[in-house]
């Protein structure tokens, strides 16, 4: 199903921290002298524009799912490993990621996001009339504010080389 113009903002940032958990494994094995550089990556990312998005889906996308039974228990769900992901946020903020977590994490992050889009997001659409996914987002363009209006850069510690 296309995703509705109201969760495209959040389905471009699924897309971006899709990007890294691809890079990070391919990037494997992560040589320990790249570490820091990694992590330091993984929390910008954080620190622009996924912490906007878990907050956004928290305020404004979650409220209206709960509205329905049949989703409250993928919420409760979601709503877990938001908080399993900003504890690996925080392990990468304080460059304390080994490079077996920094993997799981990476696996951890891309199936959250892909049980959002293909769960939640299609669901909701199923679910709410035109109407509502519009004030819908309009609720999720005020709550993602800045978020994600700065380029995120990689650097050479982090970019993945081609595979021959």
């Known amino acids: 199903m296309l995703r509705d113009k109201s ?14 958990c691809v890079r990070i494994d ?10 820091d550089a990694w992590q330091a990556e993984i929390d910008q990312l954080f620190r622009r524009e996924i912490d906007f998005h878990f907050a956004a889906e928290e305020s404004a996308i979650f409220p209206v799912a709960l509205g ?4 409250i228990a993928l919420v409760e769900e979601l ?5 399993e992901l900003r504890g ?7 460059r ?9 994490f990476g696996g951890k992050l891309s199936a959250h996001i892909r049980k959002e889009e293909r769960q939640l997001f299609e ?5 709410l009339t035109a109407g509502q996914l ?13 978020a994600g209006k700065s380029c995120l850069l990689t650097s050479e510690a982090t970019r993945v080389k081609a595979r021959r």
């Open 88 to 94: 690996c946020f925080s392990e990468a903020a304080a």
């Open 26 to 35: 391919r990037a494997q094995p992560i040589p320990e002298k790249n570490l």
């Open 79 to 83: 709503r877990v490993e938001h908080a």
């Open 134 to 146: 519009a004030e819908l987002g309009v609720k999720l363009e005020a709550a993602l504010g800045e």
């Open 7 to 20: 969760l495209i903002p959040l389905s471009h940032q699924h897309q971006r921290s899709l990007a890294l």
């Open 123 to 127: 669901r909701l659409q199923q679910l």
């Open 68 to 71: 329905f039974g049949e989703l």
């Open 96 to 104: 304390s990621l080994s490079v077996e977590r920094m993997v799981a």
